[in-house]
């Protein structure tokens, strides 16, 4: 099945994940000026007020850029909604989304029907984000267009299974939109992630270590020092596994390598500025077993010009193309 119309003029294969607290419109606007899907969750934006002025300000840039640059017209922006019982934001967030027609909408911690229903009646597409074969089958049963697979070493949330096995199972019943996300840095990654049978690779740590990113320098240093083994998988400070650096978990005053467990019931969607305690993203920094190839901090168009010259230097390696 071939990809979604809004997903077939891309420069290079990728949507950018979006990352909580970091991707802001500055991040977003870069990634699809520079031609790959900017993404970013609709939670960043607060007070929820802001959200309305964020996505205003993507659609006119993107719109501006497309008049100036008609030969290369900039790739959608993506949305995520985060549709756990938790997020009392959905609703609101859910009609702008609505009101601005954005173009792709990614949902995470839960597959709605409504949510799918909505995007669908103004000809946005839906990708779900999963970590099984099994959520998969139930996000398309309900309604999404698109498959996020989140396999072993992907950044922030992430599952166990390894990328081979879960596209595999995915692609054996499934022939539309399969994106692979997890530890995916370099241009021959984006690939390889093709050459196992997803369509799109999904990125994020790669971005956090841009100058756009609404990251701290000390989270961007830290991404370039660091390498797969200094990548820590715990449920402790969200109640859902999730990877994260090493080093900010040591900054926090918590030893990486003896961390409790928590109860997943207690989930909570990410950091209270106004909280004492340790919080994810805010000081427990995400990440994927990809920082490896991550040694500098570059613009985002940067960073996306020397993907898509490894990728094409790949494909003419491997393939003789």
């Not at 850029?65 to 995520?80: G, K, T």
């Not at 650096?245 to 467990?261: H, K, M, V, W």
């Not at 969607?269 to 994927?288: E, F, I, N, S």
Request: glycine share 8%; hydrophobic share 45%; net charge negative.
């Amino acid at each position: 099945m071939a990809l979604p119309p809004v997903l077939q003029s891309l420069r290079l294969p990728v949507v950018g994940a979006p990352l909580f607290i970091v991707s802001n419109p500055d991040l977003v606007i870069a990634q699809c000026k520079a031609g790959i899907v900017g993404a970013f969750p609709a939670l960043n934006a607060r007070p929820a007020a802001q959200l309305d002025e964020w996505l205003h300000r993507i659609r006119e840039e993107l719109a501006r850029h497309d008049c100036d640059h008609p030969e290369a017209p900039a790739a959608p922006f993506a949305v995520n909604q985060i549709v756990y019982k938790t997020n009392t934001r959905l609703e609101h967030d859910l009609e702008l989304c609505v009101r601005h027609r954005v173009p792709v909408v990614i949902s995470s911690l839960g597959a709605r029907p409504e949510v799918n229903k909505a995007v669908h009646s103004y000809g946005g597409i839906t990708l779900h984000d999963v970590i099984s074969d099994r959520h998969a089958r139930k996000a398309i049963e309900k309604g999404a267009d698109g498959i996020i697979a989140v396999a072993a070493g992907a950044g922030g949330h992430a599952g166990t299974i390894s990328p081979f096995a879960l596209v595999q199972e995915i692609r054996a019943w499934f022939d539309g939109p399969l994106l692979l996300s997890g530890a995916i840095s370099t241009g021959r990654a984006v690939l390889a992630a093709q050459a196992m049978g997803a369509d799109l690779a999904y990125i994020g740590s790669a971005f956090i270590a841009t100058e756009e990113a609404r990251a701290e320098a000390a989270y961007k240093a830290m991404l370039t020092s660091s390498t797969a083994a200094d990548i820590v998988y715990s449920n402790l400070f969200t109640g859902v596994h999730g990877n994260y650096l090493r080093g900010s978990i040591e900054a926090a005053g918590l030893d990486p390598d003896n961390l409790a467990t928590s109860d997943p019931s207690q989930m909570q969607l990410g950091a209270d500025d106004g909280a004492a305690q340790v919080k994810a993203w805010r000081d427990v920094w995400g990440a994927g077993q990809g920082v490896g190839a991550l040694r500098d901090i570059l613009p985002a168009a940067d960073r996306i010009a020397r993907l898509a010259e490894e990728y094409a230097r790949a494909k003419r390696e491997l393939c003789g193309v």
